[in-house]
C-alpha cells in the first residue's frame, strides 16, 4: 500500500524560507512524479508546483521564483523550497504522488494528509 507523507509544515514571518519534504513508500516504484497543490481557509485546493517523473517541473505564477523542487529519486522524495514567504501562502500543503509500482500496468495518484505553512506578517 502506498502511502505519502509530507513534512516540514510551520510558523515563519513575512520573508522567511521553509523547506517541506514529500516521500512515497510502500512498493517498487517504476517512475513517480510529485505535485504540490495548497488549500487555504475558505478556499479551494489550488496547484502550486509539481515535478514529473522526466524531471521536468510545473511552476504557478504566484509562487514562480520563490518555489522550488529537487527530486531525489534514490529516496523517492522530492523538497519544496519556499522563500520569500508571504501571508497569502498560509495554507495547508499537501503532496500529491503520480506513480506506477512495479507489477502494475497503471499509474495511479496517491495523496498525503498535508502539512500546514503559516506566513506572519
Known amino acids: 500500500q502506498v502511502q505519502v507523507v509530507e513534512s516540514g509544515g510551520g510558523s515563519v514571518q513575512g520573508g522567511g524560507s521553509l523547506r517541506l519534504s514529500c516521500a512515497a513508500s510502500?512498493?517498487?516504484?517504476?517512475?513517480?512524479g510529485m505535485w504540490w497543490y495548497r488549500q487555504a481557509p475558505g478556499k479551494e485546493r489550488e496547484f502550486v508546483i509539481?515535478?514529473?517523473?522526466?524531471?521536468?517541473?510545473n511552476v504557478e505564477e504566484p509562487v514562480e521564483g520563490r518555489f522550488t523542487l529537487s527530486k531525489d529519486n534514490a529516496k523517492t522524495m522530492v523538497y519544496l523550497q519556499m522563500n520569500s514567504l508571504r501571508p497569502e501562502d498560509t495554507a495547508t500543503y499537501y503532496c500529491?504522488?503520480?506513480?506506477?509500482?512495479?507489477?502494475?500496468?497503471?499509474?495511479?495518484?496517491?495523496w498525503g494528509q498535508g502539512t500546514q505553512v503559516t506566513v506572519s506578517s
Open positions: 500529491m504522488t503520480n506513480a506506477r509500482c512495479r507489477g502494475e500496468a497503471m499509474w495511479q495518484d496517491y
Open positions: 510502500g512498493c517498487d516504484f517504476v517512475g513517480y
Open positions: 509539481g515535478i514529473n517523473n522526466a524531471g521536468i517541473t
